[in-house]
């Protein structure tokens, strides 16, 4: 739970343990369900895709790879520039997870490679997915905090309402926070495009 931006509204002493266990519980579901996932993965198709991978780099030559991963840059670059400018909150968190599978390669690019470009993409482009990533955290709270007040016990007390209150003061704040976000986004883009 972000106790911070909760504590910073002045949720209601009495629902915070309330909404800590309801926030207990949902974790325990979602740790079973991954441990469901885990108790069923084949690490066969792993190691398949893992050896296929790398018999592929072995055998393909140095201008073969290059070409392929520029196409991939490009591409990735075109679809992060059409997510970035459809500007509304779906297409910002799945640019994020764009941005997070490029920041990989360029990591790695960077690492390999002596031009500065790539450097300038990586930081400009964790930048980026640092401040989706701080927004986004706030939306998943709010829907928490507004999931948690819509049960039966906790929406006929004062303060369930006030705690109401309390969501919507940071939704307010969240898309307030959005709006420059997107604009600090649209510069902080520029590098990852001259790449």
Same mark, same amino acid.
């Given at each position: 739970?972000?106790?911070?931006?909760?504590?910073?509204?002045?949720?209601?002493?009495?629902?915070?343990?309330?909404?800590?266990?309801?926030?207990?519980?949902?974790?325990?579901?979602?740790?079973?369900?991954?441990?469901?996932?885990?108790? =069923?993965?084949?690490?066969? $198709?792993?190691?398949?895709?893992?050896?296929?991978?790398?018999?592929?780099?072995?055998?393909?030559?140095?201008?073969?790879?290059?070409?392929?991963?520029?196409?991939?840059?490009?591409?990735?670059?075109?679809?992060?520039?059409?997510?970035?400018?459809?500007?509304?909150?779906?297409?910002?968190?799945?640019?994020?997870? $764009?941005?997070?599978?490029?920041?990989?390669?360029?990591?790695?690019?960077?690492?390999?490679?002596?031009?500065?470009?790539?450097?300038?993409?990586?930081?400009?482009?964790? =930048?980026?997915?640092?401040?989706?990533?701080?927004? =986004?955290?706030?939306?998943?709270?709010?829907?928490?905090?507004?999931?948690?007040?819509?049960?039966?016990?906790?929406?006929?007390?004062?303060?369930?309402?006030?705690?109401?209150?309390?969501?919507?003061?940071?939704?307010?704040?969240?898309?307030?926070?959005?709006?420059?976000?997107?604009?600090?986004?649209? =510069?902080?883009?520029?590098?990852?495009?001259?790449?």
């Amino acid at each position: 739970m972000n106790r911070s931006a909760v504590n910073r509204f002045g949720f209601p002493q009495e629902l915070t343990k309330k909404y800590r266990d309801f926030l207990k519980k949902r974790e325990k579901r979602s740790v079973r369900k991954i441990k469901k996932m885990i108790d =069923h993965f084949e690490c066969s $198709h792993l190691n398949k895709a893992i050896i296929g991978q790398y018999s592929y780099f072995k055998r393909a030559d140095a201008e073969k790879k290059a070409l392929k991963f520029r196409r991939y840059i490009r591409n990735e670059i075109g679809l992060m520039k059409h997510l970035l400018f459809k500007s509304n909150p779906e297409s910002f968190h799945k640019l994020r997870t $764009h941005l997070k599978s490029f920041n990989t390669i360029i990591s790695f690019l960077q690492k390999t490679s002596r031009n500065k470009k790539f450097k300038k993409a990586l930081i400009s482009g964790e =930048h980026a997915a640092m401040l989706i990533g701080n927004w =986004h955290d706030q939306v998943v709270l709010i829907k928490s905090i507004q999931k948690f007040l819509s049960r039966k016990e906790n929406l006929g007390s004062k303060s369930g309402s006030s705690a109401l209150k309390i969501a919507d003061e940071m939704e307010k704040e969240n898309r307030a926070y959005y709006q420059t976000m997107k604009n600090e986004i649209k =510069h902080v883009f520029n590098p990852l495009i001259t790449l």
